[in-house]
T-cell receptor
Framework: SQQGEEDPQALSIQEGENATMNCSYKTSINNLQWYRQNSGRGLVHLILIRSNEREKHSGRLRVTLDTSKKSSSLLITASRAADTASYFCATDGTSYDKVIFGPGTSLSVIP | GAVVSQHPSWVICKSGTSVKIECRSLDFQATTMFWYRQFPKQSLMLMATSNEGSKATYEQGVEKDKFLINHASLTLSTLTVTSAHPEDSSFYIC????????????FGPGTRLTVT
């Protein structure tokens, strides 16, 4: 299975601090995506990073990808209470056949 | 961006009955659609891959006779949970791949199924 793994499983920080979540996967990928999910809601797509990219930014989000280590990180800077959610990485294999999700990180941002 | 809808958004059914969930790609053609299941406080688990006009491919451990998938057109896939039991209560999420958009996958808002 190419399912990603994430750490930490849970993260609690103060508002204004940075939050870093890591994701590892097992096999070669075409791209890796990060999603956010508020409790009981659907997925919100955050960023897609392709296998030939090393870093991507979107607002307060920064994603890195290290294909040699089969890992990615998501950094949320200057966190807000509204960032409280579960964050998942998802990998898309080289044959574009399916997207597999990691176990997720539960982020709590304390006001 | 591409939009995927699901219907219904939530459903309650009695044990032993069947329930159908629809997944539609609204503004693109999806040759491939995927069905995921998510239990509380867990991640999304892929159940099956559905290709238009052919049989679905089920992941290991997913009963194909219990979770019937039909992908009859390029914009619609359905998941039917047959003879539902309380343990089938879950959040079901579909996604659709836009073959014309670099293979990017778009997710529906999910359907919450409660079996009483």
């Amino acid at each position: 299975s190419q399912q990603g793994e994430e750490d930490p499983q849970a993260l609690s920080i103060q508002e204004g601090e940075n939050a870093t979540m890591n994701c590892s996967y097992k096999t070669s990928i075409n791209n890796l995506q990060w999603y956010r999910q508020n409790s009981g809601r659907g997925l919100v797509h955050l960023i897609l990073i392709r296998s030939n990219e090393r870093e991507k930014h979107s607002g307060r989000l920064r994603v890195t990808l290290d294909t040699s280590k089969k890992s990615s990180s998501l950094l949320i800077t200057a966190s807000r209470a509204a960032d409280t959610a579960s964050y998942f990485c998802a990998t898309d294999g080289t044959s574009y056949d399916k997207v597999i999700f990691g176990p997720g990180t539960s982020l709590s941002v304390i006001p | 961006g591409a939009v995927v809808s699901q219907h219904p958004s939530w459903v309650i059914c009695k044990s032993g009955t069947s329930v159908k969930i629809e997944c539609r790609s609204l503004d693109f053609q999806a040759t491939t659609m995927f069905w995921y299941r998510q239990f509380p406080k867990q991640s999304l688990m892929l159940m099956a891959t559905s290709n238009e006009g052919s049989k679905a491919t089920y992941e290991q451990g997913v009963e194909k006779d219990k979770f019937l998938i039909n992908h009859a057109s390029l914009t619609l896939s359905t998941l039917t949970v047959t003879s539902a039991h309380p343990e089938d209560s879950s959040f079901y999420i579909c996604s659709a791949r836009d073959a014309a958009d670099g293979g990017e996958q778009y997710f529906g808002p999910g359907t919450r199924l409660t079996v009483t």
